[in-house]
């Protein structure tokens, strides 16, 4: 099954979410931690696709606030 989703700038979403938590003072809905990891498994993405292989990919939420 699969599903469709309409087509969304990710980048501007999120730099729209910061400026808001910037200016209203409320908290940005992902912690430095959830970023952190993110990377880590879009660095591991690209390893895979490069080698062919699967990457180990260790994710751990720091305790950011």
Known sequence: RTQDFDQTDIEKEALE???HCAVSGEPF???????ING???LEAIT???MSGGSISVEC??????
């Open 60 to 65: 751990d939420t720091p305790k950011y606030h």
């Open 29 to 35: 809905p992902i912690t430095p931690g959830q970023a």
């Open 47 to 49: 390893q895979s696709q």
């Open 17 to 19: 979410s910061f400026a």
């Open 39 to 41: 990377i880590s498994v």
